[in-house]
């Protein structure tokens, strides 16, 4: 994969954070207008989110990761497969992409570019099923990763499209698109502060899932088994 300068993969995350959010909230209002029956708004929120990610995933990728998640991008500086300097900058990126993309879902409505959300999601159950949804996608991105590269943009839209409906949270598993998804009062929203027991939840359900797959892959033992066998001139 070609290396691309760091301005470029910021561009890529911001972008692509900005897209996604726009489709989580944008195709959420549209859904609320069209019907109400709040289960089918749902799905036409669910189906809009999974598909655009499998265009982002497929079409940004290549570029820098697309992530579009700051505890993916802290993941892979844990593992050591991306900088550590890099950090900072691919969630600044992110964050302010989720928010531009909320401010152009809410012009394309003719709503007020900003509002603060009172969407009440907070409490046990909430924060755990956070923590499920989080974990589930680290695991499936890095698994994915490991056996099938080539298909985790499907992977990743098929298991959000599923985690809408099995969590209770609806699967935000994603702290810059939460920020994002409180400044909107529709049908997405979340209160600013029920922020933090989300966040805080997103990470604990990361972090797991980055131990687990280590282990459950053996990656340290696979890297040592490598280097063995790696000729040394």
């Not at 409906?165 to 502060?193: D, E, H, K, M, Q």
Request: hydrophobic share 55%.
């Amino acid at each position: 994969m070609t290396s691309f300068p760091l301005s470029r993969r910021l561009v890529s995350e911001g972008l692509g954070t900005g897209i996604l959010v726009a489709t989580v909230v944008g195709s959420g209002i549209m859904a609320d207008r069209l019907t109400d029956d709040t289960a089918l708004a749902l799905l036409g929120n669910t189906l809009a989110t999974g598909a655009m990610l499998v265009v982002l995933i497929t079409v940004l990728g290549p570029i820098s990761g697309a992530h579009f998640n700051p505890v993916v991008s802290l993941v892979f500086a844990l593992r050591r497969e991306l900088p550590a300097a890099s950090v900072p900058t691919y969630i600044a990126a992110q964050t302010f992409g989720g928010i531009a993309g909320t401010m152009l879902a809410h012009g394309m409505f003719a709503l007020p570019l900003l509002q603060a959300s009172e969407t009440i999601r907070s409490g046990g159950a909430q924060w755990l099923a956070e923590v499920v949804a989080t974990f589930g996608l680290v695991f499936v991105i890095l698994s994915g990763i490991r056996f099938r590269a080539d298909a985790v943009a499907w992977l990743v839209g098929l298991y959000i499209t599923a985690a809408y409906w099995f969590t209770a949270s609806t699967s935000f598993a994603n702290p810059a698109v939460a920020i994002a998804r409180s400044l909107t009062n529709t049908f997405s929203g979340i209160r600013p502060i029920d922020l933090p027991g989300f966040i805080v939840a997103e990470m604990i359900g990361a972090l797991l899932a980055m131990m687990l797959v280590g282990w459950l892959l053996m990656d340290a033992r696979n890297s040592q088994s490598l280097s063995k066998t790696e000729p040394t001139s």
